[in-house]
């Protein structure tokens, strides 16, 4: 039985976590920001006082895109700063930190999916924030998996593009949704079942990347989730309006490292 620490747990990650983790033979604890802030090195600390652990499934981040562009000392408090106080804290404790990154740290300049060896450049403060977190991870953390996944997404919890373009289609809104960014849309239950086996199976530490590795845009998302539910809206593509956080325009994460 392994024993596995959540942390951000009360976002779409980490309660999808928690959702498929019922009955699980491995113990696992879930942390919301209440129970451990990991921009306070203290708390982290503190938590981690007399107990053990095998991993650590890092689910906190900012994550608001068009908000890092303004906010950039929040999103490297947390994106940057807290991941050092989780790589100190898992070292001090011989803990394999699991820690989320993004298809943002890539430039959207290949013309073929971004695999694990691919050159970053980020385009965004989001994607930059990511990337040092990321890069500090790999110069300092003993144990850890990195997973890049992309365009997360969950068929059950509310507040996300899924349930949006559900809910509007239901109401029979007409859809407007951009067109011009390529991506791997990712079902978060398919990301939680992926970080079940890694777990499992321990591959080699470093950096991985996991989408459910079927290339679209936001516009065929749409679409296809209007078709799933058997709905008759119309669906117009439009294109990206300009101002604001700068997105790769092509994105799609394919992994060269299956295990
Ligand atoms: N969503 C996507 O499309 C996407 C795509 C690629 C990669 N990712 C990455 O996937 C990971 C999970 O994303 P997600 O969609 O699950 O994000 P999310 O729903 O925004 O959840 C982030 C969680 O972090 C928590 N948090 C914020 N500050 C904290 C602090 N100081 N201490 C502890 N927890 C804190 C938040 O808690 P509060 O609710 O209290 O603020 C929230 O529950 C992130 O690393 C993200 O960068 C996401």
């Known amino acids: 039985m392994k024993r596995i620490l959540v942390t951000g747990a009360n976002g779409q990650l980490g309660t999808t976590l928690k959702q498929q983790s019922l009955g699980s033979e491995d113990q696992w604890v879930f942390c919301g920001r209440e129970a451990i802030d990991i921009t306070d090195s203290y708390s982290i600390t503190s938590f981690l006082e007399n107990q053990s652990f095998d991993f650590c499934i890092n689910c906190a981040a900012y994550t608001h895109v068009e908000g ?100 509007k289609a239901k109401k029979g809104d007409s859809l407007t949704v951009v067109n011009d960014q390529v991506g791997t849309p990712t079902d978060v239950a398919h990301l939680v079942e992926f970080l079940f086996n890694m777990i499992k199976k321990e591959p080699e530490y470093g950096l991985y990347h996991f989408s459910d590795e079927q290339i679209m845009t936001w516009y065929d998302l749409a679409v296809a989730i209007v078709k799933e539910h058997q709905l008759e809206v119309s669906v117009a593509p439009s294109t990206t309006a300009s101002g604001g956080a700068v997105r790769p325009r092509y994105s799609p994460l394919f992994s060269n490292k299956k295990f």
């Open 68 to 167: 890092a562009e303004t906010e950039i000392d929040a999103a490297r408090a947390l994106n940057v700063e807290a991941v050092k106080n989780l790589v100190a804290a898992c070292n001090e404790k011989q803990i394999t930190l699991l820690h989320i990154s993004t298809d943002y740290v890539f430039d959207g300049t290949k013309k073929t999916p971004y695999v694990e060896t691919d050159p970053t450049a980020p385009l965004n403060q989001y994607g930059k924030s990511k990337l040092q977190g990321e890069q500090y991870i790999q110069q300092n953390a003993a144990a850890f998996y990195i997973i890049r996944t992309s365009w997360l997404y969950s068929k059950t919890l509310g507040a996300n593009f899924y349930s949006v373009i559900l809910n």
